[in-house]
């Protein structure tokens, strides 16, 4: 009797063949790949140096048509190794394919920005080693909630769209002598009136005590003052009783400020979420306010209207880089400049030859 077969996945054939660590940043091998990426290749790059790690479901969301049609890309892409990726073991089912950005496509943004590779702060080994992190499943759920806002903006029935999103390194970059925040986004609304909502997110998986989220407002509410913009802090967390126990946690802390309007909070959590569909956008959100309490739930475009403290969007000072003494130009010494979180559009992307 045959008690222990051969997995299946020792059935499968040889690895893709791919170009050694050396020649993948050769001058020779880069000029060849600029022959065959696409916009939306390069976009790719960009995206997953700016955070770190995405899923095959993420990357599906916000750029491809179906999983079939972004699975041959990233093999080839893969082959020529513009990206690397990983699977990480579970106990039931099967974990999606991780990408993380390899040497050609770091390689690949540095030649396009005019760079030396070592300016970008790039290793191979530290992208990689993301695989075996204690704060992998935080980085791809932060990475979730952004992916889902950047497909319902590119949904032909959609009235706003993510215009920015910063990683937790970049927002660690510009306020990690303040606070700390997970991301940072910003969305436009153009119907029935155009607003724009800009917000630290909180991305809470219940790994650590509320009181502990509550201390963080004091460092939001000490960016708000110094820097002169009052930026809310959306929380996103698993499940409603969770919420409860962290609402708690922020409303003590809150009341401990001595401006509590200079730190806007709203929270939410999967379980508020209508139907299957993924879309942080929705009725979910309820502001955290104790002296005007509501049990009503908002959508994300109707927070900017619950805090009327805020000032509107849209001009120079609004730019919290700004306000903290970087410009555009300074911010490339430390790496790229945040890319854009949509996609470029089909009539962009160069042919494939």
Same mark, same amino acid.
């Given at each position: 009797?045959?008690?222990?077969?051969?997995? *299946?996945?020792?059935?499968?054939?040889? +690895?893709?063949?791919?170009?050694? *660590?050396?020649?993948?940043? $050769?001058?020779?091998?880069?000029?060849?790949?600029?022959?065959?990426? $696409?916009?939306?290749?390069?976009?790719?790059?960009?995206?997953?140096?700016?955070?770190?790690?995405?899923?095959?479901?993420?990357?599906?969301?916000?750029?491809?048509?179906?999983?079939?049609?972004?699975?041959? !890309?990233?093999?080839?892409?893969?082959?020529?190794?513009?990206?690397?990726?990983?699977?990480? /073991?579970?106990?039931?089912?099967?974990?999606?394919?991780?990408?993380?950005?390899?040497?050609?496509?770091?390689?690949?943004?540095?030649?396009?920005? #005019?760079?030396?590779?070592?300016?970008?702060?790039?290793?191979?080994?530290?992208?990689? #080693?993301?695989?075996?992190?204690? &704060?992998?499943? &935080?980085?791809?759920?932060?990475? #979730?909630? /952004?992916?889902?806002?950047?497909?319902?903006?590119? @949904? =032909?029935?959609?009235?706003?769209?993510?215009?920015?999103?910063?990683?937790?390194?970049?927002?660690?970059?510009?306020?990690?002598?303040?606070? !700390?925040?997970?991301?940072?986004?910003?969305? &436009?609304?153009?119907?029935?009136?155009? $607003?724009?909502?800009?917000?630290?997110?909180? /991305?809470? /998986?219940?790994?650590?005590?509320?009181? @502990?989220?509550?201390?963080?407002?004091?460092?939001?509410?000490?960016?708000?003052?110094?820097?002169?913009?009052?930026?809310?802090?959306?929380?996103?967390?698993?499940?409603?009783?969770?919420?409860?126990?962290? +609402?708690?946690?922020?409303?003590?802390?809150?009341?401990? %400020?001595?401006?509590?309007?200079?730190? =806007?909070?709203?929270?939410?959590?999967?379980?508020?979420?209508?139907?299957?569909?993924?879309?942080? $956008?929705?009725?979910?959100?309820?502001?955290?306010?104790?002296?005007?309490?509501?049990?009503?739930? %908002? &959508?994300?475009?109707?927070?900017?209207?619950?805090?009327?403290?805020? =000032?509107?969007?849209?001009?120079?000072?609004?730019?919290?880089?700004?306000?903290?003494?970087?410009?555009?130009?300074?911010?490339?010494?430390? #790496?790229?400049?945040?890319?854009?979180?949509?996609?470029? @559009?089909?009539?962009?992307?160069?042919?494939?030859?």
């Amino acid at each position: 009797m045959i008690t222990n077969p051969t997995p *299946q996945r020792s059935l499968r054939g040889h +690895r893709p063949q791919r170009p050694s *660590q050396r020649t993948a940043v $050769t001058s020779g091998y880069i000029a060849h790949l600029a022959t065959r990426l $696409t916009e939306r290749d390069r976009w790719l790059a960009r995206m997953l140096y700016e955070h770190r790690v995405l899923t095959t479901h993420q990357i599906v969301q916000m750029a491809w048509p179906s999983v079939r049609a972004a699975n041959m !890309r990233l093999l080839r892409l893969y082959r020529w190794r513009l990206i690397d990726r990983f699977q990480p /073991f579970v106990t039931y089912g099967t974990a999606p394919m991780h990408y993380v950005l390899d040497l050609a496509g770091a390689a690949v943004l540095a030649r396009e920005d #005019g760079l030396d590779l070592r300016d970008l702060d790039y290793r191979h080994d530290r992208a990689t #080693g993301i695989a075996y992190s204690l &704060h992998l499943a &935080h980085t791809v759920g932060t990475n #979730g909630f /952004f992916s889902s806002l950047v497909a319902r903006s590119r @949904r =032909p029935d959609t009235t706003g769209r993510l215009t920015a999103w910063w990683s937790e390194t970049r927002c660690t970059r510009h306020f990690g002598d303040i606070v !700390r925040p997970d991301a940072y986004g910003l969305w &436009h609304e153009n119907s029935p009136v155009p $607003t724009a909502l800009e917000w630290f997110l909180e /991305f809470d /998986f219940g790994t650590e005590r509320p009181d @502990r989220l509550g201390r963080k407002l004091a460092g939001y509410a000490k960016l708000a003052a110094t820097t002169g913009i009052t930026t809310p802090v959306l929380v996103w967390m698993p499940t409603s009783r969770r919420e409860a126990a962290v +609402r708690r946690a922020l409303a003590a802390a809150l009341a401990g %400020l001595d401006d509590p309007s200079l730190v =806007p909070v709203a929270t939410s959590g999967a379980e508020f979420l209508d139907g299957p569909a993924d879309d942080p $956008t929705a009725a979910c959100w309820q502001p955290l306010d104790a002296r005007r309490p509501s049990t009503r739930r %908002l &959508h994300l475009s109707e927070l900017a209207r619950a805090w009327p403290q805020l =000032p509107p969007l849209g001009n120079s000072t609004s730019d919290p880089a700004q306000a903290n003494g970087d410009v555009a130009n300074g911010d490339v010494a430390n #790496g790229l400049l945040p890319p854009s979180p949509l996609p470029p @559009r089909p009539s962009d992307r160069r042919p494939r030859r």
